[in-house]
């Protein structure tokens, strides 16, 4: 009953706004319990390519941290693959390209967009459910975020930045504080994904862990409850 009270507000506003169901509901929160819903505008992705001519190994073996970009900006298509092999769905009941504890996903991943082909800059949250961004801001953040990570200058010269953060509490809730380390454990596993993928699409990407957390924390908008871990600067090299 108490679902279809929810649902019928939403459409009631929906008529009354002219918006679309799809821009109204979505799943903010990713963990596997957590469901809301939020007036923001949601971008789907094109779908994720699950072949190509790079063999794995050839992307071990050319795998760099690159701090240098060219000014050329990413394409949607390279985007939206950089942020599938972060948290992408893998299977019907919600596995992840990413192996989690229990299956709990503590991870939230964040796209600071500054030089996109057919996407603005500013700030996404991915949705691995959807393979969609929802909109958190339209302004380029990137010299802020720059100076919230020591004036690293990767962070400002990248066409993106994916931020990743981690929400303790879900793994946390089963296995105490191990669930800490479980948490730790798989942004790594995370960034490591990011960083492969880059390197099998021809770009550059290194990974950031020197940072201010309360500054990127309120530049990103994120919740009391999360913690960010990671920035990966990712960019054409030169």
Not at 60 to 86: D, G, M, N, T
Not at 203 to 216: E, H, M, Q, S, Y
């Amino acid at each position: 009953m108490r679902t279809f009270f929810l649902t019928g507000l939403i459409l009631t506003f929906c008529l009354f706004s002219g918006c679309t169901f799809a821009e109204v509901s979505t799943t903010i929160n990713t963990g596997p319990a957590a469901t809301s819903f939020s007036a923001e505008k949601i971008i789907a992705l094109p779908g994720p390519r699950l072949k190509s001519d790079v063999s794995l190994e050839d992307s071990l073996f050319k795998r760099r941290s690159i701090r240098e970009y060219s000014p050329a900006p990413l394409k949607l298509e390279e985007v939206s693959q950089l942020l599938w092999s972060a948290q992408g769905l893998t299977s019907e009941n919600g596995g992840r390209t990413a192996p989690s504890a229990g299956a709990l996903y503590p991870l939230e991943i964040y796209l600071v967009s500054g030089n996109v082909d057919h996407l603005a800059s500013g700030i996404y949250k991915y949705s691995p459910r959807g393979h969609s961004v929802i909109v958190l801001s339209e302004n380029d953040i990137r010299e802020g975020l720059c100076r919230a990570a020591l004036n690293q200058s990767p962070v400002k010269n990248g066409a993106v930045c994916i931020v990743i953060s981690a929400v303790y509490e879900r793994t946390a809730q089963k296995y105490g504080d191990r669930g800490i380390r479980y948490a730790q454990m798989e942004v790594g596993h995370a960034a490591q994904n990011i960083c492969l993928q880059a390197t099998a699409l021809g770009l550059g990407a290194v990974t950031i862990g020197a940072f201010d957390d309360n500054g990127v924390k309120n530049l990103l908008r994120m919740a009391d409850n999360e913690t960010p871990l990671y920035i990966i600067p990712v960019g054409r090299t030169k």
